[in-house]
């Protein structure tokens, strides 16, 4: 079944690098020193657990690289090559050790749920993906805070589940996949659901990533293909974030991460504070123009 995997993971690598490639190239995109940097930095952190989408949310409405409503998308489809690569180095690592039901079946479920997702922020409100951002950026915020006071499950040491939770956790992947196109990022949650049925923490990493990584090549392709996104950020959060990805996965070991999981936080918090504002703003603005049409006779 591993083998499986890995070979769907190389024929996604392919399918997407295709796609990004087309499209870079009719777009005439060449990635900013920005997006290379944020793509390095978040995905070396992503790989340690951090997770990036709310990092990478937060800084690109910081600097408001761009508009609220391609955030979600221009960073899924930015991130996603760096996943890719840290699906294959933890299943290399880790993933002869999990549950391969399991694991086949999160990664499926994500997927689909990507898929799903996608059209669904496309044509969702500009007010709606913000709130929906911002909300994902607070339970973000929240996972890094209980993380550093020891709240999270410490989890246990096994390397399955029973049939009726491996069911409960690739029904939840489905949803995780869905959120993931407004901006959810799956690492937080997904940890905290399987160490609470006592999966062991580090057998969730290539669950995490193989869910992430197929979600990301089925929902980014769909996202390049829609064309609401800004390819140059595109371009440089994957050709920042791979190397990072490699470095982080296969050199540190551990580090201190306590401290910068503090300052995220409150990077997050700021972020989805004024995502929040904007959302009240677009919705009350949205409100104003339905109070002020006038009615059609039947």
């Not at 209980?146 to 399955?160: D, Q, V």
């Not at 939840?172 to 869905?178: C, E, H, L, W």
């Not at 193989?210 to 050709?239: C, N, P, Q």
């Amino acid at each position: 079944m591993l083998t499986v995997i890995l070979v769907i993971i190389g024929v996604a690598i392919l399918y997407y690098a295709i796609i990004l490639a087309r499209a870079a190239i009719a777009a005439k995109a060449v990635p900013g020193i920005e997006a290379l940097l944020v793509g390095a930095v978040v995905n070396f952190f992503d790989a340690l657990g951090i997770g990036s989408f709310a990092t990478t949310t937060a800084w690109m409405k910081f600097r408001r690289m761009v508009p609220d409503r391609l955030i979600p998308p221009t960073m899924l489809a930015g991130l996603t090559p760096p996943v890719l690569a840290q699906s294959v180095i933890f299943l290399a690592l880790l993933g002869v050790l999990v549950d391969p039901v399991l694991l086949f079946g999160c990664a499926v479920a994500t997927l689909a749920g990507g898929l799903v997702g996608a059209p669904l922020v496309a044509r969702a409100r500009v007010w709606v993906v913000q709130l929906t951002v911002a909300i994902g950026l607070v339970l973000a915020a929240t996972a890094y805070a209980m993380t550093n006071l020891h709240l999270f499950p410490g989890g246990g040491t096994a390397t399955g589940l029973p049939p009726m939770q491996t069911l409960v956790a690739i029904v939840a992947s489905f949803g995780m996949g869905i959120l993931a196109n407004f901006g959810v990022g799956n690492y937080a949650p997904t940890l905290v659901l399987l160490s609470l049925m006592g999966m062991d923490p580090r057998l969730c990493f290539p669950i995490m990533a193989t869910g992430g990584s197929l979600m990301g090549a089925g929902a980014g392709a769909r996202h390049i293909r829609i064309g609401e996104i800004d390819m140059r950020i595109v371009l440089g959060l994957a050709l920042g974030g791979i190397p990072a990805v490699i470095v982080a996965a296969l050199i540190v070991k551990s580090m201190p991460l306590e401290l910068l999981r503090w300052l995220v936080l409150v990077v997050v918090l700021y972020a989805a504070v004024v995502l929040f504002r904007a959302a009240l703003l677009g919705r009350r603005e949205d409100m104003e123009k339905l109070a002020g049409t006038p009615m059609v006779a039947s």
